[in-house]
């Protein structure tokens, strides 16, 4: 398969990407989030080639996204207050909704779980493609399984030259990191998956919101990123406290490592230096195209220093975290 790199803002290439959904194959587009890579949602042998293309266990459910609510709705046995309180206030937008899984949706999407994850992306691509091909899009990031996600066009093309028909180019990303995954489903909201929808937003917004417990099995079924490996540069990466990168870094050059350190200061160092934005949400959206540069330039250890955990940061912490068990 030869794959096309097109403008996502090129009306013709939008109608050239629903015509290529509609026919079962594969596309991949931005969100607000990250890149994603699409098919029909409604179709499982679509959907079949979305798994592999990226490599991706199949008992890891997948998201779907729609052009809007009603939309949404459509895909569930129900869509209670919650539901409608957090998509008037946050959709389009960064938070995908875990709720009761309609008749439509087929297995291969929800690993067999009788739940259904969804969200509408708030990129004008992204939703110009939803209403151009009219279908459901299963999406998951737009890159092979476990590796960084992809938050430029050329992310994708790296990871999946060959595997996809088509890539619409929107430029960078707004946020960098996943979007958040609220499941509705049980006695309270439960934040499966922290993004770029922080608690304190949806605490605001909905109330009392617990924090996944990840010993809960049943729950971390539920939300993607969450089992299996993720985020993770081909370099090993070191997370350590804020401050503490100078030491790591000389443990490495000693071992003889091709060593690089990612934090927020201005420091000297040996090390090849990623210095990435004091601001978190800044911070966020550098991360994993960061990440990727690294791994081009050859680096074999990456230590990278934490960042405060509340608000954005605690979705940083948890892609840190995973890379770092990678």
Known sequence: MITTLLAGDDPAAIARAADILRAGGLVAFPTETVYGLGADALSATAVAGIFAAKDRPA??????????????????????????????AM?????TLVLPRGEAVPDVITAGQDTVALRVPAHPVALALLRACGRPLAAPSANRSGRPSPTRAEHVLADLDGRVALILDGGPTLHGLESSVLDLTGPRPLLLRRGAATLEQLRELLGPVDALDESDAAALRRSPGLRHRHYAPRARVLLVAEGAGEAAVERALAAGERVALVCRREVETQALLLRL????????????????????????????????????????????????AG
């Open 91 to 95: 959709w389009p937008g960064p938070l």
């Open 59 to 88: 008992d890891n459910p997948l998201i779907v996204h729609v052009a809007d609510v009603a939309a949404a709705r459509r895909l569930t046995r129900s869509f209670p207050a919650l539901a409608e309180r957090a998509a008037a």
């Open 277 to 324: 934005p004091g601001d978190l949400a800044a911070f966020g959206r550098e991360l994993f195209a960061g990440l990727r540069a690294l791994d081009a330039a050859g680096i074999e250890r990456i230590v990278v220093e934490a960042v405060p955990e509340q608000g954005i940061g605690a979705a940083i912490m948890d892609r840190l975290r995973r890379a770092a």
